[in-house]
Structure formats: structure tokens, C-alpha cells
T-cell receptor
């Protein structure tokens, strides 16, 4: 079974609109962390945002926020006021276990339309 | 600049050849990782290391070997290259607790086996 599920292979969004990228996860650990990474066409992996399993408030970083619903095992990324430069592949990832390994989902390709 | 340095950036190998992908970090991170990313897919963990002299298998270790003789370096060895190993390889590092900052990724090595 997949540990990280991203159900949207691709999305098209109009510039300046908000966009939500879905992510669900599966773990039996009580302590875990959730990440979102951006991969533009240039290929590098850019860390966006982190949510710890014990964090009571949703994480925010500028235009990025993580909608963390623990009971539903959901960690959706919300990008407000999308920009053309947001066009990229987005990966949800989870850290669990004692070895700090991070497991990645298959990604969602986001296209921002002018 | 501090970070994770991967060499080479591109390489074409013939079937059956061997090569070593180099990875070095200067942040004194204990944890280091090798991932591969197949076209249109997420990252899969090949091997990881929690410190010098300690390595362990990830999700897809077959066909690869690693060593960690120093904190800074974590080379990935491909023996008898096969077309199935055509991929982009990312090295990453982290402190004991990734926390807010997640992994630091290298810029990747694009490997083609023909």
C-alpha cells in the first residue's frame, strides 16, 4: 500500500487563483512529519513547508499553507494567489521512523495559466 | 556556498559499464540519502546512511552499492549498468532532526544507460 497518495496527476489553474494540492498519508507512527517540495522544470528539489504530527496549528510559509487534518490523514498544500512561476511538479512527503527517512508521493504537476 | 554537491551532472553509460556518482556535503549533516527519480514519477530511496561507517538499504537498492567512510561523502556505485537504471539521481542530507528544514538536496545527476 502506498504511504503517500497524491490523486491529482495534473492540474490547470488560472493565474491569481488559489489552488489546493491533495495529499493523504498512511502511518501507524504517532510521531511523523509531513513535507511539500516543489520541483520546477530545471529539476532541483525545493523545500516549501513542513508540518509535524504534534503541531496543533497548520503550517504557513508566505503564500503556502498546509491544511493538516490528522484524523483524515490528510495534508493538503494550499497556494494562495497563484503565479506563473508556481508552475512545477509538487511532491508530498512524509518522514517516519527513527532513521529520518522521507517517503515521497508520485507528485502533482501544476500548470498556471496566464 | 554550503550545500550538497553532486558530480557529474550528466552521464551516458553503456550496458554493463560501472560508475560512481559522487555526493559531498559541507554542513556536517549526519544523515545522507540517495534517491532515484524515474520520468514523471516521485523519488524512491535507494540507500541511506545515518553516520560514517553506517549504511542501510532503502526501497530500491538492487544494482547499487554505497559506502560512507567520512561524514562529508556518500558515493553511490553502479555495477553492471542496465537500461532500467536510466534515471535522475538525487543525493540529500539532513541533521538528526529534519524538522522545519527538511532535506537539503543536490542538483541531481541525469544518467542514461544505452
Amino acid at each position: 500500500a502506498q504511504k503517500i497518495t497524491q490523486t491529482q496527476p495534473g492540474m490547470f489553474v488560472q493565474e491569481k487563483e488559489a489552488v489546493t494540492l491533495d495529499c493523504t498519508y498512511d502511518t501507524s507512527d504517532q510521531s511523523y512529519g509531513l513535507f511539500w517540495y516543489k520541483q520546477p522544470s530545471s529539476g532541483e528539489m525545493i523545500f516549501l513547508i513542513y508540518q509535524g504530527s504534534y503541531d496543533e496549528q497548520n503550517a504557513t510559509e508566505g503564500r503556502y499553507s498546509l491544511n493538516f487534518q490528522k484524523a483524515r490523514k490528510s495534508a493538503n498544500l494550499v497556494i494562495s494567489a497563484s503565479q506563473l512561476g508556481d508552475s512545477a511538479m509538487y511532491f508530498c512527503a512524509m518522514r517516519e521512523g527513527r532513521d529520518d527517512k522521507i517517503i515521497f508521493g508520485k507528485g502533482t504537476r501544476l500548470h498556471i495559466l496566464p | 556556498n554550503a550545500g550538497v554537491t553532486q558530480t557529474p551532472k550528466f552521464r551516458i553509460l553503456k550496458i554493463g559499464q560501472s560508475m560512481t556518482l559522487q555526493c559531498a556535503q559541507d554542513m556536517n549533516h549526519n544523515y545522507m540519502y540517495w534517491y532515484r527519480q524515474d520520468p514523471g514519477m516521485g523519488l524512491k530511496l535507494i540507500y541511506y546512511s545515518v553516520g560514517a561507517g553506517i549504511t542501510d538499504k532503502g526501497e530500491v537498492p538492487n544494482g547499487y552499492n554505497v559506502s560512507r567512510s567520512t561524514t562529508e561523502d556518500f558515493p553511490l556505485r553502479l555495477e553492471l549498468a542496465a537500461p532500467s537504471q536510466t534515471s535522475v539521481y538525487f543525493c540529500a542530507s539532513s541533521r538528526l532532526e529534519t524538522g522545519v528544514y527538511g532535506y537539503t538536496f543536490g542538483s541531481g545527476t541525469r544518467l542514461t544507460v544505452v
